[in-house]
């Protein structure tokens, strides 16, 4: 049974920065896929990040390169979105999602979704 839980949302004011974590567990594969994703309300789910967890490999939408990088704690089975040189077109829901393996990063190709985490930018 996955288990994604999201944390480390809130309010920060343009050019902040943000952490973002996701507590995994249930996530068996060796190379297992876990991406970030986010909506901004009237829009469609976007992926923004992902790593593959066994090899570490990273996966940046163009919108965010440069200013997100996503990382694991294998040891703690976390995922982490940090999130730096915020812009107010950043606001959205966060969601933590994963697949057992990387291809594209889109909604469809991950299964299991954490309940998403609020990041407001002003």
């Known amino acids: 049974h996955v288990q994604l839980v999201e944390s480390g949302g809130g309010s920060v004011q343009a050019g902040g920065s943000l952490r973002l974590s996701c507590a995994a567990s249930?996530?068996?594969?060796?190379?297992?896929?876990m991406a970030w994703f986010r909506q901004a309300p009237g829009k469609e789910r976007e992926g923004v990040a992902a790593?593959?967890?066994?090899?570490?490999?990273?996966y940046y939408a163009g919108s965010v390169d440069g200013r997100f990088t996503i990382s694991q704690d294998n040891a703690k089975n976390t995922v982490y979105l940090q999130m730096n040189s915020l812009k107010p077109e950043d606001t959205a829901m966060y969601y933590c999602?994963?697949?057992?393996?990387?291809?594209?990063?889109?909604?469809?190709?991950?299964?299991?979704w954490g309940q998403g985490t609020q990041v407001t930018v002003s």
């Open positions: 999602a994963a697949a057992p393996w990387c291809g594209t990063v889109v909604t469809s190709s991950f299964a299991y």
């Open positions: 249930g996530v068996t594969a060796s190379r297992a896929c």
């Open positions: 790593i593959v967890t066994g090899g570490g490999n990273t």
